[in-house]
């Protein structure tokens, strides 16, 4: 039998009164990389202060990085920050001892920004609506904090980074919690499980933005 499709709900999450993040949230699911990139490149400058500032409190980076080192990912790794944004966590894997790091992003603004860091070896334009230009195992470790939320990219990106992992390879990645189940994340994680192409190793809840309440989901898979 068919299956109906169900309306989406509208984004409830907290955005503290941000307005590209509510304008970003709005879009709901995956949303079109052309307006995605047009809000990006307005916010870029601007981006750290104000996801870092006590209203959202922003610990993504952080968690996703410190995650990867309790996971054992050894520090020679050649890792792929997707959807690198500004380069935080770039900054916080340097921190932790990972210098081989490249970064793809959507928005040339973001990159810019990324570049300053000093954090990654290379940083192109890659929109993860599509196949990733990058042949398949060609990373030891794959890293995509902050863009599998409202309004970015959807659950399908996730065959896209196990395909360009290594086996034994390892994938972080935070989805905001309010989506996790009800935009499919769960789902395509559980059907990569059932094709024999990922163990799922933790999907704890943490916080993300605390200073909005807003937690997130931190997903790690080795790739087999
Ligand atoms: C909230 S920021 C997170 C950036 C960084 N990872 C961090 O934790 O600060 C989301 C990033 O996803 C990128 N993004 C959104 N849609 C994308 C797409 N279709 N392809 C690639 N990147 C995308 C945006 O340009 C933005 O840099």
Redesign the pocket.
């Known amino acids: 039998m068919a299956r109906l499709a169900t309306s989406r709900r509208p984004a409830t999450t907290n955005t503290s009164g941000h307005p590209a993040l509510t304008a970003l949230y709005k879009l709901g699911g995956q949303?079109d990389?052309k307006t995605?990139?047009s809000i990006?490149e307005q916010w870029a400058a601007s981006y750290d202060s104000d996801?870092l500032a006590d209203t959202h409190g922003?610990v993504?980076?952080q968690t996703a990085v410190r995650t990867l080192v309790r996971a054992g990912l050894a520090r020679s790794s050649h890792i792929l920050?997707a959807?690198?944004?500004?380069g935080?966590?770039g900054v916080h894997l340097a921190r932790a001892g990972y210098t081989a790091v490249d970064g793809?992003?959507?928005?040339p603004a973001?990159l810019k920004e990324a570049m300053k860091t000093g954090a990654y070896e290379a940083l192109s334009i890659?929109?993860?609506?599509r196949a990733i230009p990058v042949p398949d195992a060609a990373y030891d470790g794959l890293t995509c904090?902050?863009?599998l939320?409202h309004g970015?990219?959807g659950p399908r990106v996730l065959s896209e980074f196990v395909r360009v992992v290594k086996p034994n390879g390892l994938i972080v990645a935070t989805v905001l919690d309010d989506i996790w189940e009800d935009d499919g994340f769960e789902t395509e994680a559980q059907q990569l499980v059932k094709e024999h192409k990922v163990e799922i190793l933790s999907t704890d809840v943490e916080p993300y933005r605390p200073g909005a309440g807003v937690n997130a989901v931190t997903l790690v898979m080795r790739c087999c």
């Open positions: 949303g990389p995605v990139e990006y996801i922003y993504g980076p920050d959807g690198c944004g500004t935080l966590v793809i992003d959507l928005s973001m890659v929109d993860l609506t904090v902050g863009t939320t970015h990219v």
